[in-house]
């Protein structure tokens, strides 16, 4: 059971991602960003006829038909964001669909850009849009779960960095192709890599210690398995380092953000139900 005090937060959070979605408007940040929490708070239940909402829309929409779109995670971001409307940019989602095909490297992963090289991040954020767009599963994506698998199955070995293993957890969720050993691998390598504190950094031990979109992002992956004693310890301790660590109703972390749409995503995930057709 989510704790209370995770729970009440959430509403608060979402009036400060509006603020700073308006801020980000204001000087002009990058739409990259700008859709990114755009699509969070849709997702986190904003109505979608927001005015803050709407301007990223329209800029979104303009830079897709301008072929203005500056790399995958701006496309990524864009397909999130266009995937709440239905059809009503039909042109733009197989726009950057085609864009980011054209991208797909040889190995079948997927880069920041053509000819990067392939990067778990992207490719899981990628097959969760194809997910909110109700994508089902075809030769790319199977192509890219393939290569995510492979890499992954590599990086456990050399150590491995916990953001990703996440990423995979999740987007394993969405389509599960991956095989039952992997992912089972993977949630032990997840569950191990916890810091002591109930945190996770990056890479446990790391000098940077534990942080709260990292630890958002574990919550999610985690929260979506089996509930075994093992799993249901290790989200516990991850609530509790999340509530301790809140300072002056904030988590320190730059960008903030990134901490709280990966946090209230994995609370979200929780309490949805009484969340369902609200508005902020």
Sequence with gaps: MIDK??????????LILIKILKRMQE????????SQV???LLKLGLDKDDESIQKVLQVSEQRTEKNKIFGMSEAINCLKLFSFYKNDFK???TKLTNIIVDCLND???????KGDRSRIPICWNLLESFYYLNKESNNNIIMIINWMENEWSNDMKFGGLSYKCAGILIAAKYYPIFSNEFIEKSLNWLIDDQSVDGGWSAKKGFSVGSVPSYTGLALRALINYEKSDKVENSISHGIDWLISTRQKGLWKEHPLEKA????????????SPQYNNRTV
């Design 38 to 40: 755009a699509g969070a």
């Design 260 to 271: 709280l749409i990966e946090t209230d995503l994995f609370v979200f995930n929780q309490v």
């Design 27 to 34: 000087v002009d940040i990058e739409n990259s960003r700008q």
């Design 107 to 113: 190995d079948g992963g997927l880069g920041r850009f």
């Design 5 to 14: 005090k995770l729970i009440n937060i959430l509403d608060k959070d979402l």
């Design 91 to 93: 042109t733009s989602v």
